[in-house]
């Protein structure tokens, strides 16, 4: 177990302690009323403990936590939600895991690929991102594909980034379905990347999770291309703004835990 580090004073700690010297020095001078003086004395003493002690547990937590998110070594590892098996001590297989010979296919597989359009959500995907790199790591969040080579098929590159992912998001906020440019609406565009990156994961059977951001509604069959029509039928998760933000994320990141593992 990796030793715990010490807690370096704060400013409020030292006020804490000259506090606790002066009125030291009033009982031993017999400047007040000595019961006065005791009772705040102690009080002070017990108030210091509280607080040594809140401040230790929630340190605690804090590397349990941390312990848990990055799988270090040294400490228990919590499985998924609902896994239903508890604890389990480092290093110890995972039931239904892959063999040693396969875990490097299985961890790039693991991936979460983020499908949006700027002008429609970039501030609600923002944040959506922000949570998960904080959850999963940015390693494992794919958002943009921004590094096409010269000369490369860029509908081919969208496809192996989105292959090598195991679900997709598609962030849809109330510009998605209507964006235009001046060929007409985007989504009509056979090249359209948010087109091509649904309809990659579509064709690979990859889960596709609608995310509805800024009060967006699921869009109908009717108005989508033939390609993408099957998109209608897959379960969304809405994500609301503040106050209702994280706890809608935190339930989207609870269905992304189970998909995962």
């Not at 606790?20 to 400047?31: P, T």
């Not at 979460?112 to 429609?120: E, G, K």
């Not at 579509?202 to 596709?208: C, H, Y």
Request: glycine share 8%; net charge positive.
């Amino acid at each position: 177990m990796a030793k715990q580090s010490k807690r370096k004073p704060t400013a409020f700690d030292l006020v804490l302690f000259a506090l606790l010297a002066v009125m030291v020095l009033l009982i031993y001078f017999e400047a007040l009323p000595s019961e006065l003086l005791c009772g705040a004395f102690w009080g002070l003493i017990a108030f210091m403990v509280i607080r040594e002690l809140v401040l230790w547990v929630r340190g605690w937590r804090a590397r349990k936590d941390a312990e848990r998110l990055r799988g270090a070594p040294g400490g228990p590892v919590q499985l998924s939600a609902g896994s239903g098996e508890g604890w389990r001590k480092p290093g110890a297989p995972t039931p239904g895991a892959p063999t040693p010979a396969s875990t490097a296919p299985a961890q790039i597989g693991r991936r979460i690929f983020i499908s949006y359009r700027r002008s429609d959500s970039a501030d609600a995907t923002g944040r959506l991102y922000d949570r998960l790199v904080a959850r999963y790591s940015k390693e494992r969040i794919f958002k943009d594909v921004d590094s096409i080579p010269l000369g490369a098929d860029f509908r081919q590159v969208i496809d192996g980034a989105v292959g090598s992912c195991a679900v997709v998001l598609a962030i849809i906020g109330r510009g998605w379905l209507s964006a235009r440019d001046e060929g007409g609406r985007r989504l009509d565009d056979p090249a359209d990347f948010v087109r091509l990156e649904i309809e990659s994961a579509l064709r690979r059977g990859i889960p596709v999770i609608p995310v509805l951001v800024s009060g967006a509604v699921m869009p109908r069959e009717p108005e989508l291309p033939a390609s993408l029509r099957e998109l209608t039928y897959r379960n969304g998760a809405p994500v609301r703004p503040d106050p209702d933000f994280h706890s809608d994320v935190d339930r989207l990141i609870r269905a992304l835990d189970n998909l995962l593992r």
